[in-house]
């Protein structure tokens, strides 16, 4: 009976997983938002513990995933797509912890007002893939899958332009030149975070495209 169960595999164990990496990875989002929200008001943000919690649980969750796909024969959709869609989940949390630890260390006043657009944007696309790998579970359509993965690659094509709008801002300012490096890089973290989003949407479509 053991090996008849790891034959056919329990299938929803790798959808739970998948999805509890989805919402590790929108909570780190919605955290990150917080963080700037907080900034904005004057307020002393929280600190780094709540994001190094979101970035644990989702390294956990990559650890149960490779322990479901090592014991299980066959499995729901392709092995390599689950392990990639695996992957690229843990990468948002990581990518945003990361920028979080860069802002803390931050010399002098954070400029919150130019994140904020962003973040707004980080956390659209972390919305929408979390709706796609939701739907994974229920054999879902290609049409809904695109009209979600639009919306995605929509937050992500807007964060290019806000990020090259506050480079032109940025390299026409009063900054001196260690400031504008600083900057520079954590625009380009807080975009490379969207393409993470962006990253794991594709896998999704790559999915349901084999299945339709």
Same mark, same amino acid.
């Given at each position: 009976m053991n090996f008849i169960n790891r034959l056919i595999g329990r299938?929803?164990? %790798?959808?739970?997983? #998948?999805?509890?990496?989805?919402? /590790?990875?929108?909570?780190?989002?919605?955290? %990150?938002?917080?963080? #700037?929200?907080?900034?904005?008001? /004057?307020?002393k943000p929280a600190g780094l513990d709540d994001f190094i919690q979101a970035r644990r649980k989702e390294k956990r969750i990559r650890h149960l995933m490779t322990e479901a796909l090592g014991r299980t024969f066959v499995t729901p959709m392709d092995r390599e797509d689950i392990e990639a869609l695996s992957v690229a989940l843990y990468r948002i949390p990581k990518q945003?912890?990361?920028?979080?630890?860069?802002?803390s260390i931050y010399p002098g006043d954070v400029p919150h007002r130019m994140f904020s657009r962003q973040a707004e944007l980080m956390s659209q696309a972390a919305a929408a893939l979390v709706f796609m790998v939701k739907q994974l579970r229920h054999g879902t359509t290609i049409e809904s899958i695109r009209e979600a993965n639009d919306r995605l690659q929509?937050?992500?094509?807007?964060?290019?332009?806000?990020?090259?709008?506050?480079?032109?801002?940025?390299?026409?300012?009063?900054?001196?030149?260690?400031?504008l490096v600083i900057l520079q890089k954590l625009?380009?973290?807080v975009e490379q975070a969207v393409d993470r989003c962006r990253n794991a949407g594709m896998i999704v479509v790559q999915v349901v495209l084999k299945q339709s």
């Open positions: 299938n929803e164990v %790798f959808f739970d997983l #998948l999805e509890g990496g989805a919402d /590790e990875a929108k909570v780190s989002v919605d955290l %990150f938002v917080t963080f #700037l929200r907080q900034m904005d008001v /004057e307020k945003v912890e990361k920028i979080v630890e860069r802002l929509f937050a992500e094509a807007e964060a290019d332009k806000v990020m090259l709008d506050q480079l032109r801002e940025l390299y026409n300012g009063p900054c001196d030149a260690k400031e625009f380009e973290m």
